[in-house]
């Protein structure tokens, strides 16, 4: 819950302090000015909004990850960078083409979606995710 707060922070500070064509921009000089200033300090305290939020997110993944398949945690693991890099890999595809606007809010739905799906999976009880792991479909 916290990785969700901090990265919905950082991506109001981006959207408020980036021109809205930065992505896509070939200029060196963006066309669209940003609603306030950058300024190198606002950048680097973006970089460490960014840094914590992802690690908070990562070491919840795994943390779950290893609770729900502790029998056998690695195909799960496998599984979650296979699905990660996926995403990644289309995320690199749009991002040239997306106002950063857009692209922020597709990282603010899923970073929502994520906290969601995450809160629902604590919540579930530890005798339904251990029945779930123990059925092998051959």
């Not at 603010?108 to 979606?113: G, H, N, Q, V």
């Amino acid at each position: 819950m916290c990785s969700t707060v901090i990265n919905c922070v950082l991506y109001y500070l981006a959207f408020i302090s980036f021109p809205f064509d930065a992505a896509t921009t070939t200029a060196k000089v963006a066309q669209d000015n940003p609603i306030i200033a950058s300024s190198l300090p606002l950048t680097l305290a973006m970089g460490v909004l960014l840094g914590l939020g992802d690690g908070g997110f990562n070491v919840s993944i795994y943390a779950a990850l290893g609770t729900v398949f502790e029998a056998n945690p690695a195909p799960a693991f496998a599984v979650f960078k296979f699905v990660q890099s996926m995403v990644g890999a289309g995320a690199f595809l749009y991002c040239g083409h997306l106002l950063l606007p857009y692209q922020l809010g597709i990282l603010a739905l899923s970073c929502l979606a994520g906290c969601v799906c995450f809160t629902l999976l604590e919540r579930t009880p530890a005798q339904v995710l251990v029945v779930v792991e123990e059925t092998h479909i051959d």
